[in-house]
Nanobody, 126 residues
Framework: QVQLVESGGGLVQAGGSLRLSCATSGLPFSSSAMGWFRQAPGKEREFVTTINWSGLSTYYSDSVKGRFTISRDNAKNTVYLQMNSLKPGDTAVYYC???????????????????WGQGTQVTVSS
């Protein structure tokens, strides 16, 4: 049974930082590209960042580039999202996702990922 469990969300003031974690089980984590997406109320789920199987290749959406960092620990089957300089516009539910491919390339779509976590709420106050 594939499981992805996000944690680390919460309420933070603008300019603050949060670190999200996504612990996985039941999937070939070390050979899977991983991604983070987010969904704000009334909006479609959007791509945030992705990392390839080795951790050596990453892509970011323009809205988070330079502020967010994705990383992974294949020994722990866990992917992380370090979020700095948070803005109210970053408020959303953040979802972790696993691809069946080793790399997802820039700007992947929701449909490129086959397994999803339940999401964790991030709220940034002004």
């Amino acid at each position: 049974q594939v499981q992805l469990v996000e944690s680390g969300g919460g309420l933070v003031q603008a300019g603050g930082s949060l670190r999200l974690s996504c612990a996985t089980s039941g999937l070939p984590f070390s050979s899977s590209a991983m991604g983070w997406f987010r969904q704000a109320p009334g909006k479609e789920r959007e791509f945030v960042t992705t990392i390839n199987w080795s951790g050596l290749s990453t892509y970011y959406s323009d809205s988070v580039k330079g502020r967010f960092t994705i990383s992974r620990d294949n020994a722990k089957n866990t992917v992380y999202l370090q979020m700095n300089s948070l803005k109210p516009g970053d408020t959303a539910v953040y979802y972790c996702a696993a691809s069946r491919r080793r790399a997802s390339g820039p700007g992947p779509q929701v449909t490129d990922f086959g397994s999803w976590g339940q999401g964790t709420q991030v709220t940034v106050s002004s």
